[in-house]
């Protein structure tokens, strides 16, 4: 089966990291996704959209959209922080398990730590962490991926992400070594980790069978260098437009599908164009977006 396209509430400038006075209402975010052509989203902020699961799975079904997960950060390097998170997740994994679906995408606190948030893009193993939190993530993804397993069914698919603890190649690497294959995939985000400095084809080839969901974001080089010459931290790229429209930046999305093909990844990939609210024309966007990969074949 082809992967099948989605998008997710952060096109429209939801994001997970601060409230927005100027969101959008979740009724016309779901109405522009369905009118770009799209057929599943993910959950956005938890209230974002409706949270009773009756509601929810009406408003979505109104409109031929399926839910697919949920972006969940939590502080994984600070073990006082893991309860909570471990909470957090039970929260939004009973709303995630009442509407069907398979997957919850589990991240660090991304921008959380200042000098991460400053260094997005230019990370150094100066910049990351040392083994005794290493293995205090690793035991929160561990936890918070086993109590998801048990009690819902769902598979923790970790997404690195830029201004992160896990952001570089090399510690999606080393977070994938210290997890539990059984329970941890990897939720490939294809900009995140451009910008991160890596390839995502070659991270494809590199872990296999951990690359679970996917994100389809491209990443403008132009903006991208500007960002690590001028020392902007993550949120001014973004406000800059690191994160464009498909095809329109670095990302080789014909090899990410190739490469996903002879996994015979049998999946969605959540087409993503991180924007802060106001930004842009989410709706046009959108439907180019959708355009380019039905140009792939999708």
Same mark, same amino acid.
């Given at each position: 089966?082809?992967? #099948?396209?989605?998008? /997710?509430?952060?096109?429209?400038?939801?994001?997970?990291?601060?409230?927005?006075?100027?969101?959008?209402?979740?009724?016309?975010?779901?109405?522009?996704?369905?009118?770009?052509?799209?057929?599943?989203?993910?959950?956005?902020?938890?209230?974002?959209?409706?949270?009773?699961?009756?509601?929810?799975?009406?408003?979505?079904?109104?409109? $031929?959209?399926?839910?697919?997960?949920?972006?969940?950060?939590?502080?994984?390097?600070?073990?006082?922080?893991?309860?909570?998170?471990?909470?957090? /997740? #039970?929260?939004?994994?009973?709303?995630?398990?009442?509407?069907?679906?398979?997957?919850?995408?589990?991240?660090? *606190?991304?921008?959380?730590?200042?000098?991460?948030?400053?260094?997005? !893009?230019?990370?150094?193993?100066?910049?990351?962490?040392?083994?005794?939190?290493?293995?205090?993530?690793?035991?929160?993804?561990?936890?918070?991926?086993?109590?998801?397993?048990?009690?819902? !069914?769902?598979?923790?698919?970790?997404?690195?992400?830029?201004?992160?603890?896990?952001?570089?190649?090399?510690?999606?690497?080393?977070?994938?070594?210290?997890?539990?294959?059984?329970?941890?995939?990897?939720?490939?985000?294809? $900009?995140?980790?451009?910008?991160?400095?890596?390839?995502?084809?070659?991270?494809?080839? #590199?872990?296999? &069978?951990?690359?679970?969901?996917?994100?389809?974001? *491209? /990443?403008?080089?132009?903006?991208?260098?500007?960002?690590?010459?001028?020392?902007?931290?993550?949120?001014?790229?973004?406000?800059?437009?690191?994160? %464009?429209?498909? !095809?329109?930046? %670095?990302?080789?999305?014909?090899?990410?599908? /190739? &490469?996903?093909?002879?996994?015979?990844? *049998?999946?969605?990939?959540?087409?993503?164009? *991180?924007?802060?609210?106001?930004?842009?024309?989410?709706?046009?966007?959108?439907?180019?977006?959708?355009?380019?990969?039905?140009?792939?074949?999708?």
């Amino acid at each position: 089966m082809p992967i #099948r396209i989605a998008t /997710a509430p952060v096109s429209w400038g939801i994001l997970e990291f601060a409230g927005q006075s100027s969101q959008p209402p979740w009724e016309a975010v779901l109405d522009e996704m369905a009118a770009a052509g799209y057929t599943g989203t993910e959950l956005g902020p938890y209230g974002y959209l409706p949270t009773e699961p009756e509601a929810l799975r009406a408003a979505l079904a109104a409109r $031929g959209l399926q839910l697919l997960s949920a972006f969940v950060p939590v502080r994984l390097a600070e073990p006082s922080s893991h309860a909570a998170g471990t909470e957090t /997740a #039970r929260r939004v994994g009973t709303l995630l398990a009442a509407c069907g679906c398979r997957h919850i995408v589990l991240s660090d *606190d991304n921008a959380a730590d200042p000098n991460r948030l400053k260094r997005a !893009g230019r990370i150094t193993p100066a910049d990351g962490l040392d083994d005794e939190s290493w293995r205090t993530l690793a035991e929160g993804v561990n936890t918070i991926a086993r109590k998801m397993k048990e009690a819902f !069914g769902l598979e923790t698919v970790f997404h690195h992400h830029c201004a992160g603890f896990v952001e570089t190649p090399d510690e999606v690497a080393r977070l994938l070594e210290l997890t539990d294959p059984g329970t941890v995939g990897l939720c490939l985000d294809t $900009g995140h980790y451009v910008y991160g400095g890596g390839d995502p084809v070659e991270c494809i080839y #590199r872990h296999g &069978a951990r690359v679970r969901y996917l994100h389809f974001k *491209d /990443a403008d080089p132009g903006v991208m260098a500007r960002a690590r010459t001028e020392g902007w931290d993550y949120f001014q790229a973004v406000a800059a437009g690191v994160f %464009c429209e498909l !095809g329109r930046g %670095c990302v080789n999305f014909a090899d990410v599908i /190739a &490469a996903m093909n002879e996994l015979n990844y *049998d999946g969605w990939a959540v087409v993503e164009q *991180d924007i802060v609210a106001g930004m842009g024309t989410p709706l046009e966007s959108a439907r180019r977006n959708r355009e380019y990969l039905r140009g792939s074949g999708l």
